[in-house]
């Protein structure tokens, strides 16, 4: 049967700061690499083993993916990377203090950037520091200067249907390392979560999320490994 197993990465150095990070490539921190390692353990001594990978382009998820497939002794099995399972676009947010931010412009105002479905905080400035307009990850790619949950679903699920769906139906246990955002927008989609209801779900660093799948996709089952 197929499997998908969805991990966010493990805690970055702005997540240990509370900032805003995005689309900006931040790495993660030696608790951060625990927690990948600690994924990985718990993987291997389930017995629930990746045939397949997907991540995105950022360090923070690649990372996160190489060190739990080094821990389930899975390094060699085809890896596909993709922008369009990057972290959600936080726009002028980036490198933003959170707590700062909700000092200055309100804690309901930030709740609606952070939390609403379809409201993107304010863009990011042309020739920002946190610019990625000469990423040569990105060539070619069109960089957003801000997104919605809305806007990231966009571009998550059709990759998932096109790249990942395909690859689960002819069986394989596919794992996911990704991000907060573009894992949530997964989550609705397997799950069918409401627009409402998806804002209000969090999903913890390190933590594999499984979902148990039929032949046809649709989920038997859905768990955190760590719970069973």
């Known amino acids: 049967m197929p499997r998908l197993i969805l991990i966010r990465h493990g805690q970055s150095q702005w997540n240990l700061e509370n900032r805003f990070t995005g689309w900006w490539d931040v790495d993660v ?4 690499a625990a927690e990948a390692r600690a994924a990985g353990a718990l993987l291997k001594m389930r017995g629930i083993l990746p045939t397949v990978a997907f ?18 002794g899975r390094l060699w099995v085809p890896e596909y990377k993709s922008w369009k399972l990057n972290e959600r676009h936080y726009g002028g947010l ?20 952070r ?8 863009p990011l400035a042309p020739g920002s520091e946190f610019d990625l307009a000469s990423d040569p990850r990105y060539a070619g790619i069109p960089v957003p200067a801000t997104e919605s949950l809305k806007d ?9 249907e096109s790249a990942i769906a395909p690859v689960l ?8 390392s990704a ?20 804002s209000s ?17 649709a989920v038997n089952d859905r768990y955190y490994l760590a719970e069973r």
């Open 29 to 32: 921190t030696e608790q951060g």
């Open 55 to 72: 991540t995105s382009l950022q360090t923070r998820a690649i990372k996160t993916l190489h060190l739990v497939l080094e821990d389930v």
């Open 94 to 113: 980036t490198g933003l203090d959170k707590a700062e931010t909700a000092a200055l412009h309100g804690e309901d105002q930030v709740k609606i950037w």
């Open 115 to 122: 939390r609403s479905f379809d409201v993107p905080p304010p």
């Open 152 to 160: 990231t679903i966009a571009r998550v699920l059709p990759y998932y």
């Open 169 to 176: 139906a002819a069986g394989e246990t596919v794992i996911v």
């Open 179 to 198: 991000h907060g955002n573009s894992l949530r927008a997964l989550v609705k989609h397997l799950s069918g979560i409401s627009d409402a209801e998806i």
């Open 201 to 217: 779900l969090e999903i913890p660093t390190g933590q594999p999320l499984i979902y148990e799948l039929a032949d046809d996709l």
